[in-house]
């Protein structure tokens, strides 16, 4: 429009930046805001799937407080949560490190290293199934090799869980080394400089120095991780389907058989809301020992 | 290490170092080695017949390397409707998230109005099954189950968010300048993001487009519940496999890596960017 010209700055600024947002906020709105006020309103009634919704109120919360396999379900996605996470932060950190020197091939390496957190989840899950067969898998036969007896992997109750986090230390250490990495990229060179000049080992500048420059960084990467294990599915589903028994059977497993096996809409959505405000709790938790971490 | 100035021979640094690169070479192979085994592992089964699939002690290099598996991969299943499945699902997610996305992260980028945004960061700490009880009424009451349709659109919630965020970041690193003067040029706004900022920010669009596609093409849930026998994606093909053929370990081997190929070829487009943490806020949607 031939419009006199407009200063760029001024009221008028917001209403028309308004538009640009509108399309993806009625997008938003249809696919990720009404489902979660719908699961709220499930949730407060007793819905098999094709019938009637009948108001129950709390009941379906009240229920899920005294059932068993809901809260080993949650102790369950706990055990896996610290696994899944800490490893991940050590490992991620550690290459971080590693990969912010300069080396020949550096590139070439950074991009194998980050193929597990590309990869198809699901694809990954299966080769690793095959990994861990007890009689013909080819991870006892690595085991025999250094002297370790074979292991039931996935088919014990004791080590499903350290198992499944296996797979996903594996499929998410990368992901914490491109956080650090960037943190890596910020810190000053001079620390170091003057640290060497006094005599400093190289174990003495990561503590001292490294590690409360990246620090801010680590928790971010602590934060991200955290909720993705909370919700990890497709590594858990496609390995153990929460077997044996439901010795692996974490929060969202259990919701995916209230909701698809058994169809009961209204419990699996009071799981929904349980499920999100442990992740809420948890994330305000970390969000806090971030600012924490800035005081370093 | 030993201060600078003490005496020490030539020939006890150079060994230092020598010893030095050796222990980080070591490191380098202790770091890759899990990442590089499984995947080489993965290409031996697909390579070998069963016979030798299955063999103890574990056959490592294919003795005679075939390949049957991936031909029966296609000739016993419909894998190639699959395939084409998955690119119109992820390819359609990703279309509508950028014809959506861009303006929103424009928009928000330049008014400084993030609450879409925090919205969006809250869908990514809900779990994706979530959606799915809703979205399936809503689309059992528009007919729409049984097609396509309600994979992609379930897949916007994995695409529009990675979209947005990396477009935010993209958007506020471009200097205001350029579409100021286009603006005292008589450029409207629209205009000048038309053709000025949106030119400008096409790397940026390549990113996220390429990014919600893996994303979108690595998902499970929404198609594991959604699709029918002709409507299936490839990750939820490959799982039915696993189910119905548990030890027919090189098709499935084949199988896998017909579905990983296509975003580990993208992944090499775009390592710079994931690297370079201009992805960081995109990375894995719901």
């Known amino acids: ?147 370790i007896g074979p292991s039931e992997w996935v088919f014990a109750r004791h080590t499903v869980i350290p198992s499944l986090a296996l797979v996903e230390v594996w499929l998410w250490t990368p992901f914490v080394m491109i956080i650090v990495l960037g943190g890596l990229a910020a810190v000053p060179s001079e620390p170091y400089e003057s640290a060497q000049l006094d005599g400093a080992t190289r174990w003495q500048m990561f503590w001292k120095i490294t590690f409360p420059l990246v620090l801010p960084f680590i928790v971010v990467a602590g934060i991200i991780r955290t909720i993705d294990a909370l919700k990890a599915f497709e590594v858990i589903y496609v390995i153990s389907s929460g077997g044996p028994g439901t010795a692996s059977e974490t929060l969202n497993l259990y919701l995916y058989a209230q909701a698809f096996a058994y169809y009961n809409v ?29 005081w370093y | 290490m030993t201060p600078a100035s003490s005496p020490r021979s030539a020939g006890y640094w150079r060994l230092r170092r020598w010893i030095d690169n050796l222990a980080f070479a070591a490191v380098l192979v202790v770091l890759l080695a899990p ?29 005679t390397p075939t390949l049957d598996n991936f031909r029966r991969l296609f000739a016993d299943t419909p894998f190639a409707l699959y395939f084409w499945n998955s690119l119109l699902v992820s390819g359609g997610a990703t279309l509508a998230a950028l014809l959506l996305g861009v303006p929103a992260g424009y928009g928000i980028a330049k008014s400084k109005a993030h609450g879409l945004a925090v919205l969006m960061l809250i869908s990514r700490m809900t779990p994706g099954l979530s959606y799915l009880i809703p979205l399936f009424t809503l689309f059992q009451i528009l007919g729409l189950l049984g097609t396509l349709w309600p994979i992609a659109i379930t897949h916007l919630v994995i695409t529009l968010p990675i ?19 286009a603006r005292i040029d008589g450029c409207s706004v629209w205009q000048a993001f038309r053709y000025v900022a949106l030119p400008l920010a096409r790397p940026g669009i390549v990113v996220g487009a390429i990014l919600s596609f893996i994303y979108s093409w690595n998902n499970f849930v929404f198609g594991a519940v959604f699709a029918g026998r002709t409507t299936r994606t490839m990750p939820v093909a490959v799982y039915n496999m696993l189910t119905f053929e548990q030890f027919a370990w090189g098709p499935l081997a084949a199988a896998a890596i017909v579905v990983m190929l296509p975003v580990l070829f993208l992944t090499v487009l775009i390592q710079r960017e994931i690297v370079g943490g201009l992805t960081a806020g995109g990375v894995k949607g719901a």
């Not at chain 1, 001024?10 to 249809?30: D, K, N």
């Not at chain 1, 919704?53 to 229920?63: K, T």
């Open chain 2, 35 to 63: 990442v590089l085994f499984v995947f080489f592992w993965v290409v031996s089964l697909s390579l070998k017949f069963d016979i030798d699939n299955t063999a103890y002690p574990p056959i490592f290099v294919p003795p």
């Open chain 1, 266 to 294: 209204g419990t699996a959505s009071a799981v929904v809301v349980v499920f999100f405000a442990i992740v809420v709790a948890l994330s305000l938790v970390l969000l806090w020992a971030r600012e924490r971490a800035k």
């Open chain 1, 1 to 147: 429009m031939k419009t006199l010209p407009q200063p760029a700055v001024g009221s008028s600024r917001r209403p028309v930046y308004f538009w640009f947002v509108v399309p993806g906020l009625l997008a938003t709105l249809a696919v990720i805001v009404f489902p979660w006020a719908f699961t709220v309103w499930m949730s407060l009634h007793e819905w098999k799937l094709g019938g009637t919704a009948v108001w129950v109120g709390l009941r379906n919360y009240a229920e899920l407080a005294v059932n068993q396999r809901f809260l080993e379900s949650i102790w369950h996605t706990f055990y896996f949560t610290i696994l899944a996470v800490i490893l991940p932060l050590v490992l991620g950190t550690f290459a971080a490190v590693v990969f912010h020197r300069t080396f020949p091939l550096r590139g070439l390496l950074r991009t194998i290293f980050i193929m597990p957190m590309m990869a198809t989840p699901v694809a990954i899950a299966l080769v690793w199934t095959m990994m861990f067969h007890p009689q013909l898998g080819v991870l006892n036969y690595l085991l025999s090799l250094v002297g």
């Open chain 2, 163 to 181: 979209v947005v965020y990396v477009m935010i970041g993209y958007f506020e690193t471009l200097p205001p300048e350029l579409e100021e003067a």
